[in-house]
C-alpha cells in the first residue's frame, strides 16, 4: 500500500466541445456523424444530433469543464482530507494549472488516484492537454513505462483483483462500504446540461469535488483504512 499521504485522489468531469450537434464547424459533425453510427442504441430512433450529449465522454469530442483534486495529510482518525478544484470556461486554463500542481506535487513515489481512471480520467487529460498544446507532466506520463513504473492507482481496478468481466461504479462501492454519499439532483449524464444549458460551473466543481470524497474514502475502505471524518475535509476556493 502507497503512503496515503503520496496519492493525489482525482476526478474529471468532461463535456462536449460544442453546446449542440448544430453549432460544430461542418469538418467537427462530419467526423461525429461518422462516430454516432456506433453509438446508436435504437438505430432508427437514434441519429447523429440525438447522441452528441454522449461526445464529451470521447477526447476528440470533448473537453474538460472541471479537475478536482483531494490530498490527505496526518494519519490515523485525525488525518484530513484538503480539495482543490480547477473550473472555468476556458479548458487550456484549467489543463494549465493541474498541470502546475502536478509539477508542484511531483516527487518520489508519488501516484495518482482515480476511479476507473487508468481507462477513462488519466488518458483523457493526457489527450487533452496534447490538443491544447500543452506538456504531458510527469506523473501522467505512460510512454515507455512497464506497468509497474506509471504511477497511476485504479479503485476499480483494486476492486477487481485481476477478474475483468464487469465495470463496478464509485457509487456502488461506496454502498457496499457504508460510506454515505449525497443524494444530490445532478449525475454524470446532466454534467452537460448543467455547463452549457444552465452555464453552473459552481454546481458541477460540487458535484466533482463530492465524487472525489467518495473515491479517497473508498480507497480508504478497500485497504482497510479507517474513514476520514466529514469535519476534516477542507475545501480550498477554486
Given at each position: 500500500?502507497?503512503?496515503?499521504?503520496?496519492i493525489l485522489f482525482?476526478?474529471?468531469e468532461?463535456?462536449?466541445?460544442y453546446s449542440?450537434?448544430?453549432v460544430m464547424?461542418e469538418?467537427?459533425?462530419l467526423?461525429?456523424?461518422?462516430?454516432?453510427e456506433?453509438?446508436k442504441r435504437?438505430r432508427?430512433a437514434?441519429?447523429p444530433?440525438?447522441?452528441?450529449?454522449?461526445?464529451?465522454?470521447?477526447?476528440?469530442?470533448?473537453?474538460?469543464?472541471?479537475?478536482?483534486?483531494?490530498?490527505?495529510s496526518?494519519?490515523?482518525?485525525?488525518?484530513?482530507?484538503?480539495?482543490?478544484?480547477?473550473?472555468c470556461?476556458e479548458?487550456k486554463?484549467?489543463?494549465?494549472?493541474?498541470?502546475?500542481?502536478l509539477?508542484?506535487?511531483?516527487?518520489?513515489?508519488?501516484?495518482?488516484c482515480?476511479h476507473n481512471?487508468k481507462?477513462?480520467d488519466?488518458?483523457?487529460?493526457?489527450r487533452r492537454?496534447?490538443?491544447?498544446?500543452?506538456?504531458i507532466p510527469?506523473l501522467?506520463?505512460?510512454?515507455?513505462?512497464?506497468?509497474?513504473?506509471?504511477?497511476?492507482?485504479?479503485?476499480?481496478?483494486?476492486?477487481?483483483?485481476?477478474d475483468?468481466?464487469?465495470?463496478?461504479?464509485?457509487?456502488?462501492?461506496a454502498?457496499l462500504?457504508?460510506?454515505p454519499?449525497?443524494?444530490?439532483?445532478?449525475d454524470g449524464?446532466?454534467?452537460?446540461?448543467?455547463?452549457w444549458?444552465e452555464?453552473?460551473?459552481?454546481?458541477?466543481?460540487?458535484?466533482?469535488?463530492?465524487?472525489?470524497?467518495?473515491?479517497?474514502?473508498v480507497?480508504?475502505s478497500?485497504?482497510?483504512?479507517?474513514?476520514?471524518k466529514?469535519?476534516?475535509?477542507?475545501l480550498?476556493?477554486?
Amino acid at each position: 500500500m502507497h503512503p496515503l499521504n503520496n496519492i493525489l485522489f482525482i476526478d474529471i468531469e468532461t463535456v462536449p466541445q460544442y453546446s449542440s450537434y448544430h453549432v460544430m464547424p461542418e469538418e467537427a459533425r462530419l467526423f461525429w456523424n461518422k462516430k454516432a453510427e456506433g453509438l446508436k442504441r435504437d438505430r432508427e430512433a437514434d441519429v447523429p444530433e440525438s447522441v452528441y450529449p454522449r461526445a464529451g465522454i470521447y477526447a476528440e469530442f470533448g473537453k474538460v469543464a472541471c479537475i478536482s483534486c483531494g490530498i490527505i495529510s496526518g494519519s490515523g482518525e485525525d488525518k484530513k482530507l484538503t480539495l482543490k478544484s480547477f473550473c472555468c470556461d476556458e479548458e487550456k486554463t484549467i489543463l494549465a494549472d493541474f498541470c502546475e500542481l502536478l509539477k508542484k506535487w511531483a516527487g518520489p513515489d508519488k501516484v495518482l488516484c482515480a476511479h476507473n481512471g487508468k481507462e477513462f480520467d488519466f488518458p483523457y487529460l493526457s489527450r487533452r492537454m496534447l490538443v491544447n498544446h500543452l506538456s504531458i507532466p510527469g506523473l501522467l506520463q505512460s510512454a515507455g513505462k512497464r506497468p509497474w513504473e506509471i504511477p497511476h492507482l485504479d479503485t476499480m481496478e483494486l476492486w477487481k483483483f485481476g477478474d475483468y468481466k464487469n465495470y463496478t461504479s464509485l457509487n456502488l462501492l461506496a454502498y457496499l462500504f457504508g460510506i454515505p454519499t449525497p443524494k444530490d439532483d445532478i449525475d454524470g449524464s446532466m454534467v452537460w446540461s448543467v455547463y452549457w444549458n444552465e452555464q453552473n460551473l459552481k454546481r458541477i466543481v460540487t458535484y466533482c469535488q463530492k465524487d472525489v470524497i467518495t473515491l479517497t474514502q473508498v480507497y480508504l475502505s478497500i485497504h482497510g483504512e479507517p474513514a476520514i471524518k466529514t469535519e476534516n475535509i477542507e475545501l480550498k476556493p477554486w
